[in-house]
């Protein structure tokens, strides 16, 4: 997680909590050594964050600090709802997570009225839930297309044959079924859409492509796609 993204987070936790929270606690919430919650601390503190306590108490933020509010409308918030249920379809365990906490965070922030959208439970997404996929985190995947980073993968075709490749994604598709990963292939040296369910071993690389991945994008946007799995 970004430094700027554990700020927000920081913030966010000691937002909503109702009793003190240790740097141990969001740590441990955040994935993060106490180390790193104590300089974070420390830099709020710097730009002027009201957080008040200290380490073996825990902290708090001092009432009258707040995020922009965020304000929707019915319509807004149905649509917000509904996104996050077809989140929970997916086997993206990490979004699925991300879900709730968008749903917590949000239920804290708008007025009552609109709150009620949220706990009410009137808009379901049916259908299918995708598999999590056993040989990959998908979590790994967007961070890869986000850094530009190369991956490593073990992937099995259609006639069960599995080759080594070196990827660099530059999209992700979550289907019903499964979820592709659309990279550039660099045995094929063509893009290529991975079937997540196929990929028998992901790592991440030391290899990046920085700055291509909006050119590779545009390759296959403009007609390069091949079909699921055809790899």
């Known amino acids: 997680m970004r430094k700027a993204s554990r700020l927000f987070e920081i913030i966010q936790i000691l937002r909503l909590a109702r009793k003190p929270v240790t740097a141990a606690e969001m740590a441990e919430t955040l994935e993060v050594t106490p180390r790193s919650i104590y300089r974070d601390i420390a830099a709020l503190q710097a730009m002027r964050v009201p957080i008040e306590g200290g ?5 708090i933020l001092r009432p009258g600090f707040d995020l922009p509010p965020l304000m929707f409308s019915i319509e807004e918030t149905e649509a917000i709802v509904l996104a996050l249920a077809l989140l929970a379809r997916t086997g993206d365990e990490e979004l699925k997570a991300a879900a ?8 804290g922030a ?3 009225p609109l709150r009620l959208a949220f706990r009410n439970q009137a808009l379901h997404a049916w259908g299918t839930v995708a598999p999590s996929p ?7 995947v967007r961070r890869a297309i986000r850094d530009e980073r190369k991956l490593g993968v073990d992937y099995r075709d ?8 070196t990827i660099r994604p530059i999209a992700l598709i979550y289907y019903s079924e499964t979820a592709n990963i659309v990279a550039w292939c660099e045995l094929r040296q063509a893009i290529r859409n991975f079937r997540a369910d196929r990929v028998e071993h992901c790592e991440a690389t030391y290899d990046f492509f920085p700055g291509e991945g909006e050119g590779l994008r545009d390759l296959w946007i403009s007609g ?3 079909r699921p799995g055809a790899a």
């Open 55 to 59: 380490r073996g108490i825990g902290y």
């Open 100 to 107: 709730g906490r968008v749903n917590q965070k949000i239920t």
């Open 110 to 112: 708008v007025p009552e």
């Open 134 to 140: 056993t040989g990959i985190d998908l979590a790994l």
């Open 158 to 165: 259609e006639l069960g044959r599995v080759t080594e490749r």
């Open 224 to 226: 390069w796609r091949t």
